[in-house]
């Protein structure tokens, strides 16, 4: 997959140099071109911004540069969608992850200061904001999206992580995980994990998992109904976690 990123500040990107995104770059899966648009600048003074139109607070990311960075993106690419991070955009989830994950070219316009000028939405084919919140620029939006894509890519998961993830997976939260040593302040791990009986192990996790979801994320259950044998295993869950008469008289808090 080839990745062209337009930005002010192409070492941000640095980062996706460690782990399983760096390996992928490593191992040539995927091949990272930046595109910075201070270098398509002419005047002595490099300008990519302007004041904006209409007066008020902060900058906007002048066209020139930015026309010329997509063009030189686009010359090696011709064929690859740009995708514009940005807080006005559709909010991300791993269903458009995967979709963009097929692509075989894509190409991240990374605005900074108060956004980009308008005229440049012409050539944006994709937008996407990572969640009602500020961050102070598209690059780390675009990292977040990146990492995500990056790890979706056949080959990019190591062996043993490697079976793809199936729908239970992304649609519920994760079960508790534990390692070595069984005890630590008095808090063992669970029996069932230490019997070495694979199919009760798999009904454990399935169920914490099912519990951990109902406690915390309810709404996943509204566009991911419980099956027939998801709600048995929940209401196991249920029954054994009901609050004990000492847990509800709080004997036991240490506050
Ligand atoms: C505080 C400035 N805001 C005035 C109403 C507008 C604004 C401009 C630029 C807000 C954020 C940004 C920079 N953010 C992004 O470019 C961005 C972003 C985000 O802030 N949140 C979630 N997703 C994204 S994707 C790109």
Redesign the pocket.
């Known amino acids: 997959m080839w990745l062209g990123i337009i930005s002010l500040f192409p070492e941000i990107f640095d980062a996706l140099s460690y782990g399983i995104t760096g390996r992928a770059i490593s191992s040539g899966l995927v091949t990272i071109a930046h595109f910075n648009p201070r270098d398509f600048t002419q005047d002595k003074h490099r300008r990519v911004d302007d004041r904006p139109y209409g007066g008020g607070a902060?900058m906007v990311m002048k066209v020139e540069p930015l026309e010329k960075a997509i063009a030189a993106a686009k010359n090696l690419h011709p064929t690859a969608s740009v995708i514009y991070?940005?807080?006005q955009?559709q909010t991300l989830t791993q269903e458009i992850v995967q979709k963009l994950a097929q692509r075989s070219a894509l190409l991240f316009l990374n605005?900074r200061y108060?956004?980009i000028d308008e005229r440049i939405a012409t050539y944006v084919d994709e937008e996407?904001?990572?969640?009602?919140?500020?961050?102070?620029?598209?690059e780390l939006?675009s990292m977040v999206t990146l990492d995500a894509i990056i790890r979706c890519l056949p080959g990019a998961l190591g062996d043993e992580n490697s079976a793809k993830q199936d729908s239970f997976t992304e649609h519920r939260l994760d079960y508790p995980h534990y390692t070595r040593p069984e005890c630590i302040n008095g808090i063992t791990v669970p029996k069932v994990l230490q019997s070495g009986d694979h199919k009760a192990i798999e009904r454990w996790r399935l169920k914490q998992a099912l519990g951990r979801t109902w406690q915390r994320r309810p709404d996943l259950f509204v566009k991911h109904p419980l099956t027939i044998e998801e709600q048995t295993l929940l209401n196991e869950f249920i029954l054994e976690n009901v609050p004990t008469a000492g847990d509800l008289l709080q004997t036991k808090r240490k506050d």
Do not use: L, Q, T
């Open positions: 902060g991070m940005n807080p955009g605005g108060e956004g996407y904001s990572i969640g009602d919140y500020v961050i102070s620029g598209g939006a």
